[in-house]
């Protein structure tokens, strides 16, 4: 099975594990808060940061974004998503800083527009979020990049994989192996899943967790920062190793 590179690392077979620590916009838009957050990911020894981007105008629609919503940052949905977004000033900052404590960082791009921003960056990596699986133009729009691209498969069948795999191709490709329940609990985790992906396509495949869970090739991990150190913690209920999308309703 071939490896891909990211950064100055390799992630596949008989590689160590490549742990991604998701900052995403957990944030809440403060760049202090961001690089507070990174500092945490170096610390417990993570190989890579990742965020998110989009712009917001075209990733909601106007009738979304004028919802009724109250937060901190205002009384609509759109008061929200457009207070969670960090801009030029503050992607410069982040990249000034992890330059600065040799963290890798790269971001899950939710529209066209937003990987054409992030290019000045010059990412070691894309990483398409579930919700993007099924969008061919985004997913073709990336790959024109030339960058390795990490594909995340929660709430997705094995036909709209195949699908994607297919409009991706499979050079530097990483399956990520995810369920989508927030948090999941670990009789859904079905991390026997992996191997199977492994067999069918033929790529690195990684576990993206929304828990504390053991990792695989690469291993994405949400939550406390405060859990990121204890990722190699093993999960004793392991699955069956037939994929299957999950539906559970959101804690």
């Keep these: 099975m071939a490896t891909v590179r990211i950064a100055n690392r390799l992630v596949g077979d008989d590689q160590p594990c490549f742990i991604v620590a998701e900052i995403g916009i957990n944030h809440n838009g403060d760049i202090d808060i961001a690089k ?3 500092s945490v990911a170096v610390a417990a020894g993570c190989d890579a940061v990742k965020f998110q981007k989009r712009t917001v105008h075209v990733v909601y629609s106007p009738e979304e974004l004028a919802k009724p ?3 901190p940052f205002g009384a609509t949905n759109g008061d ?5 977004e960090f801009e030029q000033e503050e992607y410069e900052e982040i990249e000034h800083f992890c330059r600065s404590v040799k963290m890798p960082w790269f971001v899950s791009p939710w529209d066209e527009e937003s990987v054409d921003f992030m290019e000045q960056f010059r990412p070691p990596v894309y990483k398409v979020a579930s919700a993007c699986l099924t969008d061919d ?5 990336i790959r024109a990049t030339g960058r390795p691209i990490i594909l995340s498969t929660g709430m997705s069948t094995y036909a709209e994989i195949d699908h ?10 990483i399956l990520m192996h995810a369920t989508s329940t927030y948090p999941a609990n670990y009789d859904e985790l079905n991390l026997r899943a992996i191997p199977t992906m492994r067999e069918r396509y033929g790529v690195p495949v990684g576990y993206s967790g929304h828990e504390t ?7 994405r991990l949400h939550w406390a920062p405060a859990a ?4 190699l913690r093993s999960i004793a209920r392991c699955g069956d190793r037939i994929r299957r999308p999950r539906w559970s309703p959101m804690a």
Aim: overall charge positive; some cysteine.
């Design 69 to 71: 919503r109250e937060t």
């Design 228 to 231: 990121w150190s204890a990722t």
């Design 213 to 219: 869970g053991i990792p695989s090739s690469v291993c």
């Design 80 to 84: 929200l998503k457009y207070a969670l």
């Design 137 to 141: 133009h985004l997913l073709r729009h």
């Design 164 to 173: 994607a795999v297919g409009v991706l191709g499979m050079e530097d490709l």
């Design 36 to 38: 507070r957050l990174i």
